[in-house]
Every structure is written in structure tokens, then in C-alpha cells.
């Protein structure tokens, strides 16, 4: 197997696992949109319903490309565990959050669930750069949209 062929294996998986990770804690979402969620009294800057669908997946694809970015190349460097250690933390409270708010219908556990997240993307971003400048820009995106999460979750949190 090439360098090449080696590196594309290793986003494309990584692509695949993210959106996988997305799908799955989607389930308690979409059943909680058309019913609990709609009930919810809401920030003044709260995006329709339609925009979260394609966020989404855009954010997993760019999460996913710059962990199979750090797969391969934290091959060979000292930090490359450690990077995808906390990757894999936050993808995990990534799923956690969308199980705890919409699924436990909890916004206030769900932002102390998003505020970790918010933290181990911060992290994230800090051993990707190490490894991979561009890998770590691939991730700045994701990190605002979840800072922009955090801001919706205090506001629906403070207003319920």
C-alpha cells in the first residue's frame, strides 16, 4: 500500500466513523425535535431546524478528514496517541450531548456535557497543531459551531 493509498484509507475511515458517530446520536434528536424541543422556548438567535441537518454533516466530514490526518501522520510522531486520545473524548461527548439534551430531554446536564465537549475540542486542537497545522484548522470550524451550541444551550437552559 502506498503513502498515498495508506493516507486516503485513513481519512476515509475516519470520515466514516465521525458520521457514524453523528448518525446514531441523531436518533434521540430527530425524535425530539418535532415534539419536546419545539415546546422549548428559545434564544432570539436560534437557527430553523433545517440548517442543523447539513452543519452537521459538514462538521463530521472536516472531523473526521483531520483525525485520518493525524492517524496517519501521529504514525510517527511522539503526540500521536495522545491527539487521538482526546479526539476520541470529545467525539464521544459530542454523541453524549445530543443523548443527554435531546434524549434525557435535559438541557441542564446537557450544558455541563457541552462545556466538557467544548473543553476536549480545545484540547483536540492543541495536540492536532503539534502534529498538523491543517488538521488543526480543520477542526476550528467544529469548535465555534460548538461554542455557538454552548450559547443556544445556556439560552434554552436559562429560558425553560
Not at 473543553?119 to 455557538?148: G, H, Q
Request: proline letters at 4%.
Amino acid at each position: 500500500m502506498t503513502r498515498s493509498t495508506r493516507k486516503i484509507a485513513a481519512v476515509s475511515i475516519s470520515i466514516l466513523l465521525c458520521l457514524g458517530i453523528g448518525f446514531i446520536s441523531s436518533a434521540a434528536t430527530r425524535e425530539a425535535i418535532p415534539t419536546w424541543y419545539a415546546g422549548l422556548e428559545k434564544p432570539f438567535f436560534t437557527p430553523p431546524n433545517s440548517v442543523f441537518g447539513p452543519v452537521w454533516t459538514l462538521l463530521y466530514i472536516l472531523m473526521g478528514w483531520a483525525a485520518g490526518r493525524i492517524w496517519y501522520l501521529g504514525q510517527h510522531h511522539r503526540w500521536g496517541k495522545t491527539a487521538l486520545y482526546h479526539f476520541g473524548m470529545q467525539l464521544v461527548f459530542n454523541g453524549l450531548w445530543s443523548v443527554v439534551f435531546f434524549g434525557m430531554k435535559n438541557p441542564a446536564l446537557g450544558l455541563l456535557v457541552i462545556l466538557i465537549l467544548w473543553v476536549l475540542i480545545e484540547r483536540s486542537v492543541k495536540w492536532f497543531r503539534l502534529i498538523d497545522l491543517f488538521a488543526a484548522r480543520l477542526l476550528y470550524p467544529y469548535w465555534a459551531w460548538v461554542t455557538f451550541a454552548t450559547a443556544l444551550n445556556v439560552g434554552i437552559w436559562w429560558l425553560n
